[in-house]
């Protein structure tokens, strides 16, 4: 089993920045794609931005030139850094793991989650 936690969220005015961090562990053979993506209240859940296991990036529309995520191979974690952020910013923000079995089989973990409120 791999678990993924995320940490950074948190309460921060317009045009601020935010950094989040998200950590896959435990029963590990190859970590191949990390994503964040992000729901506001009454919202389907959407991609935000992810990153590939060599590094090619993807963006939602909306964010590109604001957001930049990163990964560490080493450490099985992907950031996400948050600038001139702005209300419509604010949602859940969950972090996505492919993980690849030993049998090379692909598996799907999420996040519990962190939230991001930008005020105003």
């Known amino acids: 089993q791999v678990q993924v936690v995320e940490s950074g969220g948190g309460l921060v005015q317009a045009g601020g920045s935010l950094r989040l961090s998200c950590a896959a562990s435990?029963?590990?053979?190859?970590?191949?794609?990390m994503g964040w993506y992000r729901q506001a209240p009454g919202k389907q859940r959407d991609l935000v931005a992810a990153?590939?296991?060599?590094?090619?990036?993807n963006y939602a529309d909306s964010v590109k030139d604001r957001f930049t995520i990163s990964r560490d191979n080493a450490k099985n974690t992907v950031y996400l850094q948050m600038n001139s952020l702005k209300p419509e910013d604010t949602a859940v923000y969950y972090c996505?793991?492919?993980?690849?079995?030993?049998?090379?089989?692909?598996?799907?973990?999420w996040g519990q989650g962190t939230q991001v409120t930008v005020s105003s």
């Open positions: 435990g029963n590990i053979f190859s970590i191949n794609a």
């Open positions: 996505k793991a492919e993980h690849i079995t030993i049998a090379y089989t692909r598996e799907v973990f």
């Open positions: 990153i590939t296991g060599g590094g090619a990036t």
